[in-house]
């Protein structure tokens, strides 16, 4: 059974930092791409971070970058989100996502329920 479980989230004031954890378990984790999505109130859901379990690379949206650190664990089947200088705009919820294309281009994806960051004063 596949299971992607975030945990982290909560209430921090602007400019503080969180970290946001996804225990995954189910699959083969290092033949997965690592996302993390956010969603905030009336907005559409967008990519915020990825790691390629296999090799480590990472990107980022340009309106996290130099802020946020994507990092993976694969002996823990682990993935991290640091969050660092938050804004009030950054406040959502974030969502963990594993994603897999074969070399015959079946999509594997799945995700986590999800957790709630608000960044208010």
């Known amino acids: 059974q596949v299971r992607l479980v975030e945990s982290g989230g909560g209430l921090v004031q602007p400019g503080g930092s969180l970290r946001l954890s996804c225990a995954a378990s189910?699959?083969?984790?290092?033949?997965?791409?690592m996302r993390w999505y956010r969603q905030a109130p009336g907005k559409e859901r967008e990519l915020v971070a990825s790691?390629?379990?296999?090799?480590?690379?990472?990107s980022y949206a340009d309106s996290v970058k130099g802020r946020f650190t994507i990092s993976s664990d694969n002996a823990k089947n682990m993935v991290y989100l640091l969050m660092n200088s938050l804004k009030p705009e950054d406040t959502a919820v974030y969502y963990c996502?594993?994603?897999?294309?074969?070399?015959?281009?079946?999509?594997?994806?799945?995700w986590g329920q999800g957790t709630q960051v608000t960044v208010s004063s």
């Open positions: 996502n594993a994603f897999r294309r074969t070399g015959w281009g079946r999509t594997y994806e799945y």
């Open positions: 790691i390629e379990s296999a090799s480590g690379s990472t």
């Open positions: 189910g699959f083969t984790f290092s033949s997965y791409v």
